[in-house]
């Protein structure tokens, strides 16, 4: 009964709170803002074509008037042509330009900016993770990070392709066996979020979740040191 | 199941077993029907004819069949996935992961690709007057090899031992160290027999459309139907080569001990590589021929010649060769760096420009015309709204720092259902009923085909257009499993309504092809549908060598405008030979060698690849002193010599 | 059906799907190229030029090279019609694969006796497709050479000519693959 209640509030949630577009990090912002742009100049697009669409069929459908008719031939129109080849590629270049900017952004290269950065090991398994703090300490099935630091993660996996995310903080990074690949982040709202393997990864992928709580600074140094 | 039987605990697969039971019942049944019908001489008729509308029918009859079994594991797929911590049956964990690697790889290779070079079998070479495909005996030999991968991976499933590392076969998931068991070499055997059919029927294509057209139609002046067989039966020949070899690495791996895409010595990303460079292509080999016929039907149900022919043609060529510079598109995700990421981004976007040429092209095929709205036509309908939908999240998933967050998402598999769906399968359906007269001189129902389209494209879209807020709301692609807190519970409940819609039109298409042949009603015409192309020039069904008279072509849609100024085409005698059609098993022998070789693959019995292999080798020997062609040449040899 | 053109367009036929097939051919050697150049030199295990004898390749290469020559023997007795060119031609290019294959089962069983096998590594690994393949199309082409010896007395002319003709474009692309394999797989690792 109880999870029945639950239909209507999930249903409420679900409309308006998706986890991709309800960023905690500045990576994820970059993301969903690109998310917004591309929606927004293809929402152009469609809205054209369906605009078209509709008057060509509805003015054009055959009738008890047009029957007999025979359309006149008609083999192009160039400045037609050129416009719906010229405007599309306007259209792309102002997605490609902020794409090509926030692809360079979110992608860990080389040094970190942040001296203070925060290194975790990540390590996938079937069908577990393994994040190691730069002490040594390791946990499992939730992931601890501080608010407002930068986080480099360095991920490897024992066996498989598995795939590292944090929808609410970044987007995917494949975690590759004999490769180390990276990722950075910063989270900037303390808050705990889902966390899952991506890439299908054999019998328990869709198990293979952690969680991951975001912390003050301060609470961070202690959950550390304690553990 | 799981059963305590003295003591000892057994696991049965009930699925298996059930299909089982439903064939030992049906198929007898079957059989059972097809002989009181005296089917049997019709049946192998088709069997060993290389006739080409004949061979398509056996494609498209096959695909049909693999589109229906592929088809119910979508409804178990989305019986398990209706709410979550769900326990459907036996299809959690590996069985879930069986069942939806095989819909993927059926659909694309043994329902998509062949239905549509089934298609193009049947109406490529009556669209551009020649009377049969180039090498007609080549033409079964690739309809075989077709229906015997289909059917080894067909079989997994009965042998409970289907393959489950997806059909993009990801290694090292692939390799037998993660997947051991016979599952996944049926999915390599499978894929490199029906591969190696594909092959041969692009190589027929290509020459048969550039050596066999009819006097005077040059390529300029060709449908673009043909125009999309001839692009797409080039990057045929550029993708499954690469798809072959990344197989037979893979088997290397698998059953020879070899590293190729292992973590330690290779590179797992190697497999990406190779898997994408063909698997990109792939995805325009299925949507350039459903744009062709979609150009066609668009054409001649507004009465109006296509709009832009030249940009058309253009765009198709563009589309090809852009497509085969994308692959890494789909690797955003494995750190191929920002570079790379960024240049495989905008390669990508710069499709969507071509690709939108054609659809203002069809667009404005339609302005000033006279549409009619007949089942085809609806389907060429529904295409384009749907199909710009999948674009434009194409272009959305183009964009490689935001593809991270939809990658392997519900966002990507409602992206691709939109494409494959909106161009292929619906592409597929408007040219079965658009050229069903011309396979079997018979209409289909337009009633019924207006309600199987209505029901389909309703269904899809509640199957496929909540996938997107699924994917946005952090549920990942291929698991079988959710929990309420993830709160896609409604996207996925909608979807799973919507799949059984669709599935419910697919009766609709029994029923129609049923009651449309228990009537015994006259032929349907030649020209039913008031046509503007060569196909509707011959008799339906078309007889075999149609064009002994060859038609002279002098412009674009010779037939509308021969019958707007109410003349026969212009005929010639022909003007070179015709390939030579012959009644043959010899395929169907060469069929059975490479069965018994996949299966000694697949299990690693060496008897068996030894038995195999050289039954398929002494096949090319019997042909060799068989050649349908030698009583012709002795013919020529003592005409030329009086 | 005009008879005086038949065997002529129905060869243009054939001979345009064959170059395309051929093509199909290329690319796959491509890509084996492409794993070869990956997976070479090893991370571990012996250095490819350690495992290559030089004289090995160049006899071979001698043979198989040479071999697209004496074709021509056969080429030319297909345009002149002469059957006994045709025979010396066919007899001695057999000859010629026969023994390039032997000198290549002897390098694979070699490699194989001293435990570098396809296990061992991914150069291994790649080398064994790569080389295996193209030998296995050299193996391919002398059966194809035994038909066509016993077709010659079976067959029309014009179809045993162009069957026959089918077959030299094989067997050059066959060659230039080796010339490939030479200069990509052997010469790097061998001075």
Redesign the interface.
């Known amino acids: 009964m109880k999870k029945l209640a639950m239909i209507p509030i999930l249903l409420i949630l679900s409309g308006c709170n998706l986890r991709v577009l309800d960023p905690k990090s500045q990576t994820a912002s970059d993301q969903a803002f690109l998310i917004y742009l591309s929606f927004g100049i293809m929402m152009f697009v469609v809205l054209v074509v369906a605009l078209l669409f509709i008057t060509f069929t509805v003015k054009y459908r055959e009738t008890e008037k047009n029957r007999h008719d025979i359309p006149k031939h008609e083999e192009g129109n160039r400045t037609l042509e050129i416009i719906w080849t010229v405007f599309p590629i306007i259209l792309l270049i102002g997605l490609a330009v902020p794409t090509v900017m926030i692809t360079y952004d979110v992608s860990y290269i080389g040094a970190s900016s942040d001296d203070n950065a925060l290194h975790v090991n990540v390590t996938g398994e079937q069908f577990r993770w393994t994040f190691e703090y730069e002490n040594g300490e390791k946990t499992h099935k939730t992931l601890v990070l501080p608010k407002d630091r930068e986080v480099i993660f360095h991920l490897t996996s024992k066996d498989v392709i598995h795939s590292f995310w944090v929808p609410k903080l970044a987007g995917k990074i494949d975690v590759l066996p004999g490769e180390e690949t990276r990722l950075k982040v910063t989270p900037e709202e303390t808050g705990t979020y889902q966390g899952k393997c991506a890439e299908y990864c054999g019998t328990l992928h869709a198990d293979m979740r952690f969680e991951t709580k975001v912390i003050k600074q301060a609470e961070f140094q202690t959950w550390l040191s304690k553990k | 199941m799981e059963i305590n039987l003295f003591g000892k605990l057994i696991l049965l697969p009930t699925d298996v077993i059930a299909a089982w039971v439903l064939m030992i019942i049906t198929g007898p049944l079957v059989l059972y029907w097809l002989t009181k019908k005296r089917a049997w001489p019709v049946i192998w008729d088709y069997a060993t004819s290389t006739h080409h509308r004949k061979i398509g029918t056996v494609y498209i009859i096959f695909s049909i069949l693999f589109f229906f079994r592929a088809g119910v594991d979508a409804l178990f797929i989305r019986l398990q996935l209706i709410t979550p911590e769900n326990q459907f049956w036996v299809f959690q ?2 069985k879930y ?1 069986e069942i939806f690697t095989t819909h993927g790889t059926m659909m694309i290779f043994f329902v998509a690709t062949p239905l549509l070079i089934g298609l193009m079998n049947v109406a490529v070479p009556l669209q551009i007057g020649a009377n049969d495909l ?2 007609p005996y ?1 033409n079964l030999v690739s309809v075989y090899l077709f229906v015997t991968g289909g059917m080894i991976f067909f079989a997994a499933f009965f042998f409970n031992a289907a393959p489950n590392a ?1 059909w993009t076969a ?1 290694a ?2 692939s390799t037998s160290t ?2 051991a068991g016979p599952n996944n070499n049926y999915y390599i055997l499978g894929l490199q027999v029906s591969g190696l059919g594909t ?1 041969f029927a692009a ?2 294509m ?2 048969t459309i ?3 057209r009819a006097p005077g139609l040059k390529l300029t002046r060709m449908p673009l139907f043909p125009w999309a067989s001839l692009i797409t039966s080039f990057l045929i ?2 993708a ?3 798809l ?3 197989l ?2 893979l088997q ?1 791996d698998r059953q ?5 895409f ?9 497999w990406q590589h ?1 898997f994408w460079i063909f698997g990109h292509p792939e995805v325009y080999i299925l949507a350039l021929p459903a744009f062709g016929i979609f150009s066609d039907i668009i054409s001649a149900f ?4 296509v ?5 058309m043609v253009a765009a198709l060529a563009l589309i090809g060769l852009l497509g085969l510079m994308v692959w890494a598109h789909h690797m955003f ?3 191929l ?2 570079f790379a ?2 240049f495989f ?2 390669t990508t ?2 499709i ?2 071509p690709t ?2 054609k ?3 069809w ?2 095929t ?8 007949q089942t085809p036509m609806l389907f060429a ?1 529904g295409f ?2 749907t199909f ?2 999948g674009g ?2 194409g ?2 998933l ?12 519900y966002f990507v598999v409602a992206h691709f259902h939109y494409v494959i769906i909106g161009s292929t399968v619906l592409g597929s359906f408007a040219g079965i009923y658009y050229w069903y007269p011309k396979i079997t001189g018979k209409m289909l129902d337009d009633k019924l085909g207006k309600w199987h389209f209505w029901l389909f494209l309703i269904g899809f879209h509640l199957t496929f257009f909540p996938q997107h ?1 699924a ?4 549920m ?7 929990t ?8 996925n409940f909608i979807s799973s309504i919507g799949a059984f819609m669709m599935g419910a039109s697919m009766l609709i298409v029994l029923w129609n092809v049923y009651k449309t042949h228990r009537k015994k009603e006259e032929n349907a015409g030649a020209d039913p549908w008031d046509g503007r192309t060569l196909e509707w020039s011959v008799p339906s069904p078309s007889p075999e060598h149609p064009f002994e008279k060859m038609p002279v072509i002098s412009r674009r849609d010779p037939l509308w405008w021969a019958k ?1 100024e109410k003349k026969e085409l212009p005929h010639t ?2 003007h ?5 059609s012959v009644k043959t098993v010899q395929p169907m022998f060469l069929s059975v060698a490479l069965t018994i070789m996949s299966f000694g693959f697949i299990y690693g019995w060496i008897w068996m690849q030894i038995l195999g292999g050289a039954a398929a ?1 002494a096949s090319f ?1 019997i042909r ?2 068989n ?1 349908e ?2 009583p ?6 003592m ?2 010599e009086q | 059906m005009s008879s005086k053109t038949m065997s002529k367009d129905l060869y243009g036929d054939k001979r345009m799907g064959f170059f395309i097939y051929l093509f199909v051919e290329a690319i796959m050697f491509s890509t084996l190229f492409a794993t070869y150049i990956i997976y070479t030199p090893p991370q571990m295990g012996l250095y490819p030029g350690e495992l290559f004898k030089l004289h090995t390749v160049v006899l071979a290469s001698v043979f198989l090279l040479s071999s697209s020559g004496t074709l021509m023997i056969a080429e030319k007795g297909l345009d002149r019609k002469n059957a006994r060119m045709i025979l010396t031609g066919l007899l001695i290019t057999f000859t010629f694969g026969a023994t390039f294959m032997y000198f290549e089962v002897d390098e694979f069983y070699k490699f194989i006796s001293e435990g570098h096998t396809v296990a061992k590594n991914n150069f291994l690994a790649s080398y064994f497709v790569l080389v295996g393949l193209h030998a296995s199309h050299v193996l391919f082409g002398l059966g194809w050479m035994i038909v066509l010896l016993i077709q010659r007395k079976l067959l029309p002319f014009n179809l045993f000519a162009e069957k026959h003709r089918i077959f030299n474009y094989y067997w050059h692309f066959v060659d230039i693959i080796w010339v490939l394999i030479v200069i990509i797989v052997y010469t790097p690792y061998l001075f």
């Open positions: 964990g590996d992961n180039a090498f080549l997806g990801y090292p998931l993660f997947t092959i190589i027929n290509l020459v550039l050596r066999l020949l550029v499954f080569p690469v072959a070899i990344a037979l690495l290397f020879f001990g070899s590293q190729f292992m973590g330690e010595l290779g590179h797992p990303v190697y190779l507004s009465r109006k010649n709009f832009g022919y030249t940009s995700t494995v750190g760096g920002p990421n960024t981004a905008i976007m710069m969507a420009i939108g040429i659809v203002f092209n667009l404005f339609m302005r000033k015309g006279v549409i009619r709205i309908l384009i709204p710009v939908m434009v999240t272009v959305m183009a964009s490689a720092a935001a593809d991270m967050q939809y990658h392997d998402t807020l994917g946005l709301n952090g990942p692609r291929r698991v079988y499993d959710y309420w807190e993830d709160g896609v519970f409604v996207y707007l005698e022909n070179r030979a015709s390939p030579v080798l020997v060799a002193f050649d062609r030698k012709a040449y002795e013919r020529e040899e005409d030329n």
